[in-house]
């Protein structure tokens, strides 16, 4: 088993699962011949069979309490490399990196584990070590790109020499640790994982000119950190010490770029029109603008968010972060330094406000470097009702339900800026409101206003639903409804229509039974994605109306 | 040095019990300890004290601290000085003895000063000179071990660094035939809207719906956990599934077989395919023109005179009406005193015939329908019989029929053994055939009108027959058994073919005018259509229709034809024939007749084209 999930040895579904299974159908699983006489090979079945040896050994010097013996076969430990799996496992360099996501997660995973009991104390400090050395690398690199906090951890996906990088992490909690996980098989997978990240972690660490036992650069950004006096070298005496003010300390400090920024060059591709180079470099400048997201501006994080999450995908966009010194070393300045722009905060009310500084709930960052540009601050000031967040990893297609905060969303990555109109416009309102004395005209301003509120949304939402319904109605060769009017322009339409479903059904009739089959589970399929749209919007609706009521009845109570 | 003073061996009076140096819990339960000389009981020193009093004693008696219980005999002694002192020392950790002085100059065995004497006389030993044989056997033992390769010199450290440049050189060489064949996992799906710690409102279940997700089984579950909203990010607690998750991602990795699936990725309006319009493909029949009223039961069957201008049809309701095609009147009904099963009109223009079957008999019936002369001709041929000198043997009676039958217009009645289910005629309407529901060989039988003559072709039985059908044009006769169809050559009496018509059972045929193209409906809801030219299999077979056919149909001179069925409906199919043999017919269904109403689970029971 454990040769497998080194070697990456997986089973296969044959093709002929009755003629394998000798005329059975029961489940079974199958490795090829081939695969399991190339695991014969591999050298580390030997060291395996050393270290057993070993073990036992080591245990019959430990019954006969022989301590010489004990002390020498200690000395003789065998090990062995994982080396030459990685190499064979992923013959270059991209390929390692389209695994990465996996690994990824397990060692952020691990490196949360507590030190006692469960796995080896060094595979989780190992695992640390890891996982913030590739944060660093993100860092330095800024090739964070998406962030989303799901209720599972907080996912972040990067890109890693134009490999999309996915990853979670859990929230930073204690785990209480299931009974029914086999942790060996975890530790197993650990122990490639964190061989494959070492050396990857290397790899990128070099091409991007950075020392690789990342070592923090003190003459580079004194000025950042005028008070950090302390400078870390891997190979000093005490090595714990170190690495969990490592663990503090890089995930802020960038590790020293010896190379300049370069600026791109131009290689015109044959064949290429220009608008296609066009649209190339918009793309390459959105993207060097997303880069730079929170260049200049200053964080400080309140103790009771999240601060290696968010230091890390500040830093990530080329923002200034600090914390309070009690909190984790590392802190560069201080809270009532004037210059900081926006204090992350997740409490109901901020105590003692600091002007000229923005106090923000932590999902303005996420939601910031999800939609590419800096958010209106209004919606995510402590204590007001978030809204929604969002998945930066759903593109919806044609036909998708999409809710109406991305549609808000789309439309102010375009530029347009609907909603402060419209803000503005309630305000208004709301004022003449408060002049007009009678209930009923109020009631029917309110409405007007709300509508004038959701227009935007509603008209959006309304241009789906159209679509959906055309959708359907092709799908489904529903009849089109007949209104009251020109009647004959809609019989004549009708008409047309309803013959040609019928044909449609007629040849649907004489399709080949294969393609029947085939046919109808693609409508199927259709039918129920378009169901489940429309199920969703339904629900929001329902649930807007329900705001809706709430709101005016709470408006109600107010004037009363 | 003064040799330690032996410690004087404690004397027997010391002992201030009678019962030696024993485990004094031997006399717990006792309230003595020992005898005396006298044999009386030492009785133990009276011990009732609680707890009251031992606190009262300690606080009262000054001397509390420095008594101790004596195990041997129970009593209480009060300790001197002396012992008080001798216990503080030992608790301090200091010698017992005050006097003994610990730190007295140590006074060396051998001076380290070098004499000039020895400091024994002894001559040195033997073995002193010579080797030790025990070490060299050792050594030897080592010497050996090492030369044989036991012992091994201690590894150098490896000084490589653990994480180096792996892919420093990548060749192209090392990219093995494995990597091509490698299936790579899929990697963990993305999360959606619906996972977010704060997901718009419509992405979180409602009461139902959490219900039915709790319900489910977890490997059924479209989502593996349960939508949430938290108000801010503090609020959000950990997953308490994330380590399965790692852990079940991890066993799919190296347990769960992997497959290369080609993804389907069809336009599903490719599927459909391409037919002529049916528009192109008209005359066809698209509307109801006529409903004929009368019959008040089932209509079990129908029939078209040759000319076009009458109509026949057989009811449940035991009459036979004959009605005017272009005006549904209904010109005639005859009671036959039973349910019809089958009507046929006579194909032969030139004769005004009908072939009518109820219960054991089939009658032949003249309608007087229409033209006089052709009536009256037919009346004169049937008449014009002259019974044979010899008396045949026959399978069935011919029966003249009687002058109030005749009155009515049957002419004569052909009496079987048993029910009768089916009458077709021969085209040129001399002949016709009928067959009997039964299981022996006399199922199908031939009848001659002109010379009232019948003859059972089959001498063996080969199944139920379900319908008997003359070829149009040549000597076949084709009959339907439930699961074959099979062709006889009625000039040389042989099994010409078996058409294997792949249904459960038949229920109906048709052939094409032309004669080489039939149609089988089924039972089970199929419609199959042989080519007698390509094979005994169906070139094709259509399951249009959802529920049991009951009767097929071919149109004389368009290239129709229709199958009604118990599902309500008229499928109307475009099949065209070629000449030419090299192409094969093209069908194409143009209409569905809907607006049947549905009795007794039974829809559709016969369709007809009109001949004209």
């Known amino acids: ?68 013996t004990v002390d020498r076969l200690k000395d003789n430990k065998p090990t062995y490399k994982l080396d030459h799996i990685v190499k064979e496992r992923y013959p270059t360099f991209v390929d390692a990196l389209r695994d990465l996501d996996d690994a990824l997660s397990m060692c952020f995973l691990f490196s949360t584990f507590p030190r006692t009991g469960k796995c080896h104390v060094q595979t989780i400090q190992l695992c640390r070590r890891l996982t913030v050395e590739f944060l660093n690398y993100i860092i330095a690199s800024r090739s964070l790109r998406k962030v989303f906090l799901s209720i599972k951890g907080i996912y972040y996906q990067a890109e890693v020499l134009g490999q999309p990088v996915t990853w979670i992490t859990p929230y930073a909690f204690a785990h209480d640790h299931p009974t029914d996980v086999d942790y060996r098989v975890m530790a197993t997978f650990t122990e490639f994982y964190t061989t494959l990240l070492g050396f990857i972690n290397f790899r990128l660490y070099h091409s991007l000119n950075l020392v690789y036992p990342p070592k923090i650069d003190g003459q580079a950004d004194v000025e950042l950190k005028p008070t950090d006096g302390k400078e870390y070298a891997m190979d000093s005496e005490s090595y714990l010490e170190k690495l969990s003010a490592l663990s503090a300390s890089l995930a802020r400090v960038v590790a020293p770029a010896h190379e300049d920024e370069v600026e791109m060059d131009e290689f015109p591709v044959e064949g290429e029109t220009a608008e296609q180079m066009d649209m190339r470099k918009k793309e390459q400048e959105a993207l060097e603008k997303h880069k730079k997201l929170f260049e200049g501006l200053r964080f400080f994080l309140n103790r009771e968010v999240p601060r ?129 004395d009678k209930e009923e005209e109020e009631d029917d301003n309110d409405k007007e206003e709300e509508e004038d509120e959701d227009e935007s949304e509603k008209e959006e939402e309304m241009k789906l639903k159209k679509m959906e319904e055309q959708k359907t109605q092709s799908n489904k060769g529903l009849p089109v409804k007949v209104t009251a009017g020109k009647l004959r322009l809609e019989d004549k339409q009708r008409l047309e229509q309803e013959q040609q479903s019928e044909e449609k059904r007629l040849a649907i009739m004489m399709m080949k039974k294969r393609e029947k089959y085939l046919y109808k589970k693609i409508m199927f399929g259709k039918k129920r994605k378009v169901r489940e749209a429309n199920k969703l919007a339904a629900k929001r609706k329902a649930h807007d109306t329900a705001v809706k009521e709430e709101k005016k009845k709470s408006k109600k109570a107010r004037r009363a | 040095p003064s040799p330690p003073t032996p410690i004087p061996s404690s004397p027997p009076q010391d002992i201030r019990n009678t019962v030696g140096n024993i485990p004094m819990e031997w006399y717990q339960d006792f309230p003595h300890i020992g005898y005396n000389l006298d044999g009386k009981k030492i009785y133990k020193p009276i011990r009732n004290k609680d707890e009251l009093d031992m606190f009262l004693e300690k606080m009262e008696n000054p001397d509390y601290w420095r008594t101790v219980q004596d195990k041997m005999t129970g009593a209480d002694i009060k300790l001197t000085d002396e012992q008080v002192e001798l216990v503080q020392r030992l608790q301090k950790g200091q ?41 060299k056997e050792k ?93 801010c990010l503090r609020a959000v607690p950990a997953y308490p599934r994330f380590i399965h998750e790692r852990f079940e991602r991890c066993l799919d990795l190296y347990l769960c077989p992997r497959q290369r699936k080609m993804r389907v990725n069809v336009d599903p309006e490719d599927l459909i395919p391409k037919l002529p319009k049916p528009r192109d493909l008209q005359p066809f029949p698209t509307t109801q023109a006529l409903i004929y009223r009368g019959h008040t039961s089932l209509v079990r069957c129908l029939s078209v005179s040759p000319s076009g201008q009458w109509l026949v049809s057989g009811s449940d309701d035991c009459t036979v009406r004959f009605w005017e095609v272009s005006s549904a009147r209904c010109m005639k009904t005859l009671p036959v005193g039973g349910v019809v099963k089958s009507v046929a009109w006579n194909p032969n223009p030139t004769i005004c015939l009908v072939a009518i079957c109820v219960e054991q008999s089939v009658l032949l019936v003249n309608p007087s329908l229409g033209d006089k002369l052709l009536y009256g001709a037919t009346d004169q041929l049937l008449e014009s019989y002259v ?84 070829h149009p044009i040549r000597p076949y006769f084709f009959v339907a058994t ?131």
């Open chain 2, 95 to 135: 010698f017992g003895d005050v006097h003994f002085n610990p730190y007295e100059p140590a006074v060396d065995f051998f001076t380290h000063e070098v004499m000039i004497h020895p400091v024994t006389n002894r001559p040195a030993d033997k073995r002193s000179f010579i080797p030790s044989l025990i070490e």
């Open chain 2, 139 to 231: 050594v030897s033992k080592l010497v050996h071990a090492i030369k044989m390769g036991w012992i091994k010199p201690r590894k150098p450290k490896d000084d490589t660094p653990t994480y180096y440049d792996l892919w420093a050189h990548e060749d192209p060489n090392s990219i093995l035939g494995r990597h091509k064949m490698h299936v790579p996992a899929p990697k963990m799906k993305l999360p959606g809207h619906e996972e977010s710690y704060n997901p718009p409102p419509e992405y979180l279940l409602s009461e139902e719906e959490k219900l039915a997700w709790e319900q489910q089984e977890p490997a059924e579950r479209k989502l593996n956990f349960v939508p949430q909203q938290h108000r």
């Open chain 2, 482 to 612: 439930q699961r074959y169809v099979r062709i006889y050559n009625l000039l040389k009496q042989e099994l010409t073919k078996k058409l294997m018509t792949n249904c459960k059972w038949v229920s109906s045929m048709a052939i094409h005018p032309g004669g080489d193209n039939i149609i089988c409906g089924s039972y089970d809801s199929k419609l199959a259509w042989f080519d007698l030219d390509l094979s005994t299999r169906p070139y094709q077979l259509l399951r249009h229709h959802k529920k049991a056919l009951r009767s097929v149909a071919f149109h004389k001179h368009y290239p129709l034809f229709a199958s009604g069925s118990d599902d309500g409906t008229v499928i109307v199919c475009h099949g065209m024939v070629y000449n030419d043999l090299l192409q094969n017919p093209l069908l194409v269904p143009v209409k569905v007749l809907k607006g049947h109403a549905i009795t007794l689970d039974l829809g559709v029971l016969d369709v007809l084209f009109h001949p004209t």
């Open chain 2, 387 to 470: 019974a044979p000198e010899e008396e045949r043997v026959q399978p069935v009676q011919w029966v003249t029929a009687s002058m109030e039958e005749h009155s009515k217009g049957v002419r004569l009645v052909i009496q079987h053994s048993k029910a009768v289910k089916q009458v077709t005629w021969h085209g040129k309407g001399d002949y016709f055939a009928s067959v009997v529901s039964d299981n022996s060989n006399m199922q199908v039988l031939i009848h001659q009108t002109s010379k009232r003559w019948s003859q059972n072709p089959f001498r063996k039985s080969k199944g139920l027959v379900q319908c008997v059908l003359f």
């Open chain 1, 308 to 436: 290696e999450p968010l230091a890390f995908i500040i830093r990530c966009f080329g923002g200034q972060v600090s914390w309070d010194k009690s909190l984790c070393i590392g802190a560069t300045y201080d809270v009532n330094d004037p210059s900081i722009t926006h204090h992350i905060i997740d409490r109901p009310q901020v105590e003692r406000q600091v002007v000229g500084r923005y106090y923000l709930q932590p999902q303005w960052v996420f939601d910031s470097v999800n939609a590419k540009l800096c958010l209106p601050v209004a919606d995510y000031f402590p204590g007001v009702l978030l809204p929604p967040h969002l998945s930066p990893f759903v593109t919806e297609q044609e036909g998708d339900y999409i809710p109406p905060e991305k549609l808000k969303l789309l439309a102010l990555q375009r530029g347009e800026n609907p909603d402060e109109e419209s803000e503005e416009e309630e305000e208004e309102e709301e004022e003449e409101d408060d002049d007009n």
């Open chain 1, 1 to 68: 088993r454990r040769l497998c999930i080194l070697k990456g040895i997986y089973p296969h579904e044959p093709k002929h699962k009755k003629k394998v299974n000798k005329g059975s159908t029961a489940p079974r699983t199958f490795y090829l011949l081939k695969d399991i006489k190339f695991l014969l090979h591999e050298p580390i079945v030997n060291k395996f069979r050393e270290y057993k040896v070993f073990v036992r050994k080591l245990r019959k010097a430990y019954g006969k309490s022989e301590w010489s």
